[in-house]
């Protein structure tokens, strides 16, 4: 797909956010063949400076000719810019992996969790989407359920933290907290209604049908991502006072027939996924427990007696790194290795 | 069913707690006709007073005589508490509602919801359970529903406050907010986990098949209250970082079909719902905005399109309040007036 070289010049757009932040830090970890690393943002950022191996690396504007010599550049700076500088990084030969939601949906550009679906890499023509984060974690821990008794229905309600929103959502939260612990006055600013100590119901905007294109994401990535338009998935989205790390409470409703057990087997052995699931021990994925970690956790393996053959799980995966930078990594992984 | 007085002696069991605090305002906010209050509590108590019509009233301690001309005994002091002194107090001639889960299924206990099931009422035999706060709020949203296309199957999701687990949970939360604030150590001692900016998917106790029993008290108290064992339910219930006001994500798949403006027009005049669902100005109910009120909140009323018949809501009230001791007052009401 790509020619092997033995270092490639990585660019990483929106380099200051939340997600981008994360992506420059997993490609150390991860040990990325990086020669050079570009970091770009917006002119807000002008002067600031990232770290990359020990090494301070001053952010750059985001300008059409920014992706000379670039081989892969990374998308984080949300669908208008990815609109925008994706088809202009790709005509300056770079392959891009977009973190937004721009250009997951069309048909020509691969929608990619590796662990699914690294085949859909095949196909791409420069540019390929990543998934949303809530999406992401749902369909690494529903892959070996549906390869086994193919998922017809997914029933899904999410406890998303606001790190998903960006840094100012962290700070806004860690702020409201302080205010109301010494009975001050609350500002919001990010979020629409105050998040310290509440939960919205509400994230990314509401579309006619009452949905939020969040809820809306889930339906039609899920069903693109397992290449199945069959399986049918209904979500609420909820933001919670949390500051890294998505849960979700998910029921599926499958063909064949699942114990808890059998599902809990499959998912133990399942590339990415991690089964947490002890009642006994009070062992169950945690937002707190799972931040930093690379894996998507799976705990609370119920069988759902309501229908012939169901389940519900709770799935804990952090948002900036499976959800957003580290499943970009692992994309670029698959085409540069 | 009970003679007519001017005015009763009330016995609040469990007085200085969350829910007893609250029922001891809610009589006298609903002008209940109280002529005597009898504030009862373990001896861990004695010597606090409670609050009623501007009077300091002493807390006295719980024993077997104290239910002496007692006409109502309102429970909330656990299930020990009332599996012992409920029996105690309607054999002192006292009718008793009980919030505790100790009676809750027994057949010949009436477990009552006021706008749902009032007519159960009629063969108390001096004992009445007050369903469980998560059951009550949903339901009062969905009995009108129920009642005009069938619900045949329900997937609800809480987002439960601390509250629900009593005061030293909501100073728990508080504590560990301010420590987390300020980079100090978090210590746990009422949750099994750290509570605040975390997601405890984690209701009293587990029992053999996963769940909790937290959440098989949403099935099968469902069933009871509509009097349907048809009534299929699945329930994940999960602690957040909410001081009061329980949430839920509740799915639902209906033998009629309901369209999203058909259920907000049953919803709106059904007894004790308020709807506030209007996504163009960012409405829907909230924990920190239904605080202190007495309706069940509904909003994000959207149709299901994973199956032909299906809806899913978003519904907040007050656990304290309707989930408890408002229920439990509302009980009293219908038997005493």
Aim: net charge negative.
């Amino acid at each position: 797909m790509t020619t092997k070289k033995t270092a490639y010049t990585v660019a990483v757009v929106g380099a200051t956010g939340a997600v981008g932040t994360e992506m420059i830090q997993v490609l150390e970890e991860r040990g990325f063949p990086v020669g050079e690393l570009i970091p770009l943002a917006s002119a807000r950022s002008e002067g600031n400076e990232v770290t990359f191996r020990d090494q301070d690396i001053p952010v750059k504007v985001l300008e059409s000719d920014s992706f000379k010599g670039v081989d892969l550049a990374l998308f984080s700076a949300g669908a208008s810019v990815s609109l925008e500088f994706g088809p202009i990084a790709v005509k300056a030969g770079a392959i891009v992996v977009d973190n937004s939601s721009a250009w997951r949906m069309d048909p020509s550009v691969p929608l990619v969790v590796p662990e699914v679906n690294a085949l859909a890499l095949d196909t791409h023509q420069g540019l390929i989407a990543n998934p949303n984060c809530s999406t992401i974690q749902m369909v690494v821990a529903l892959k070996p359920l549906h390869d086994a008794v193919k998922i017809k229905r997914i029933v899904v309600t999410t406890f998303q933290s606001v790190s998903g929103t960006g840094k100012e959502a962290m700070e806004e939260l860690a702020e409201q907290s302080r205010k109301l612990l010494s009975f001050g006055e609350v500002q919001t600013e990010v979020y629409p209604h105050q998040i310290a100590f509440n939960c919205l119901p509400h994230i990314d905007e509401f579309l006619p049908s009452g949905y939020t294109k969040e809820e809306m994401k889930m339906v039609h990535e899920t069903q693109k991502i397992f290449g199945d338009a069959s399986i049918q998935v209904t979500a609420t989205t909820v933001r919670v006072p949390v500051f890294v790390c998505h849960a979700e409470s998910v029921n599926i409703e499958t063909e064949g027939k699942l114990s808890a057990n059998e599902a809990r087997a499959l998912l133990s052995v399942a590339p990415g996924v991690q089964v947490y699931d002890d009642p006994s021990r009070n062992l169950y994925p945690l937002p707190i427990d799972v931040v930093g970690t690379d894996d998507v956790f799976v705990g609370r393996v119920r069988e759902d007696a309501s229908i012939p053959h169901g389940l519900n799980l709770w799935i804990v995966a952090d948002n900036l790194r499976k959800g957003a930078a580290l499943n970009a990594v692992q994309i670029a992984e698959v085409l540069f290795r």
